[in-house]
């Protein structure tokens, strides 16, 4: 087993504050841009960029087009993850708003597929992409701008470019560095071990409500077929006890705070808590080319019968910018997907984690998995 593959998660202390860096920026007048006029229609014809191209380096938001109108988003991600970042764009641009709408990612699912053009969203910001995959499958998503397309790197959006990924996270093994024994190096680099291992008995949990654990499933059903991941969702469940949380952010606190043991889970949980306190008994492990450390994104589709598709695709050019990804690396402790933002802190990179290859359109059969854990008991 490869050190580098099992290597902790180091502090984000040294982090810059984004909110207080994008407030100062929102300041700045943006010049040569059109707007996007006033009343509810979507004047431009032409799905371009008002401002800059997007490109894989990154622009800034000086070099984007104004964001101007009301635009409707339904949101598979919590508040708490997205909401900062919606709150700096609105106050960046006076005639902006967007009318959003937080529920989990099935929920939001459901409601666009049962409800007409006339009261669809604009966009949908999704906690996984599977819930992308599955709008593309039910042709509900349109085909992005070229630009937008172009930017971001194949492995983290759609080939056929009808969704992006925004940011990505890593399935992660967190544990609280006092109770466990022997830290990152004790812990099993396969996945399965977590629900046959003794040691783990009434120490272990997880969080299956979110759309970034139905992936893994999925992606475990993929991989390793049905049986094998029933199996291994009635190991968690019947012989370990583990304990299910409906929030990643109480689940990761209550790891820090000893009332947890291990937690499975996203390893930007860990690293939020790390950014405030170096010091917290909390660190993160990953498995190796497994489900167990599936590389995910959140992510955006234009729906395909968006009233504002044009005011839709320059607000996601403002999430792909720099100020945009910054956030997600600086205030979310996530990974961004373009190339022309770096890492801020001491994250171990994709290549150190050791993440499998996997389709992330693959992902888009989120029923099954819920049906599983359905059946098997692990709901919260």
């Not at 635009?71 to 609105?90: A, C």
């Not at 080319?289 to 234009?302: A, E, H, M, W, Y």
């Amino acid at each position: 087993m490869a050190d580098d593959n099992r290597r902790p998660l180091a502090s984000l202390a040294d982090r810059r504050s984004f909110l207080g860096t994008v407030g100062a920026a929102g300041t700045f007048a943006l010049a040569g841009c059109a707007g996007f006029g006033g009343g509810d229609e979507d004047p431009f014809d032409d799905y371009g960029p008002q401002g800059a191209a997007l490109e894989p380096s990154a622009v800034s938001w000086d070099d984007l087009g104004d964001l101007e109108g009301e635009l409707t988003v339904y949101s598979g991600r919590t508040r708490d993850q997205i909401d900062p970042l919606f709150d700096t764009i609105e106050q960046r641009y006076d005639d902006f708003t967007i009318d959003s709408d937080f529920d989990d990612n099935s929920t939001q699912l459901n409601k666009i597929n049962e409800e007409t053009a006339d009261t669809r969203p604009d966009l949908f910001y999704t906690q996984s992409s599977g819930a992308l995959a599955s709008l593309k499958q039910d042709d509900l998503v349109r085909t992005l701008p070229e630009d937008v397309i172009d930017a971001v790197d194949d492995n983290y959006s759609d080939p056929d470019g009808e969704w992006t990924g925004a940011s990505g996270r890593v399935r992660a093994i967190q544990y609280n560095t006092n109770l466990w024994e022997g830290g990152a190096d004790a812990l099993p680099n396969n996945i399965f071990e977590y629900a046959e291992d003794e040691r783990f008995q009434g120490i272990i949990s997880t969080r299956p409500n979110s759309g970034t654990f139905r992936s893994f499933i999925v992606a475990m059903i993929e991989m390793e077929g049905e049986q094998a991941t029933r199996e291994w969702v009635r190991g968690m469940v019947d012989d370990q006890n583990a304990e299910l949380y409906s929030s990643g952010s109480q689940q990761a606190e209550e790891v820090n705070a000893g009332n947890q043991t291990v937690g499975l889970g996203n390893q930007y949980y860990a690293g939020r808590i790390l950014e405030n306190d170096p010091d917290a008994p909390i660190d993160v492990a990953f498995t190796e080319n497994d489900p167990g450390c599936l590389f995910n994104v959140s992510g955006v589709g234009i729906l395909a019968d968006a009233d504002k598709p044009n005011l839709a695709a320059e607000f996601t050019r403002h999430v792909l910018a720099a100020e945009g990804q910054e956030f997600f690396v600086e205030t979310n402790g996530e990974y961004p997907v373009l190339d022309g933002v770096d890492y801020v802190g001491d994250l171990p990179t994709l290549s150190e984690i050791n993440p499998p290859e996997f389709d992330l359109n693959a992902l888009a059969n989120v029923e099954q998995a819920v049906d599983l854990l359905r059946e098997e008991g692990m709901t919260v």
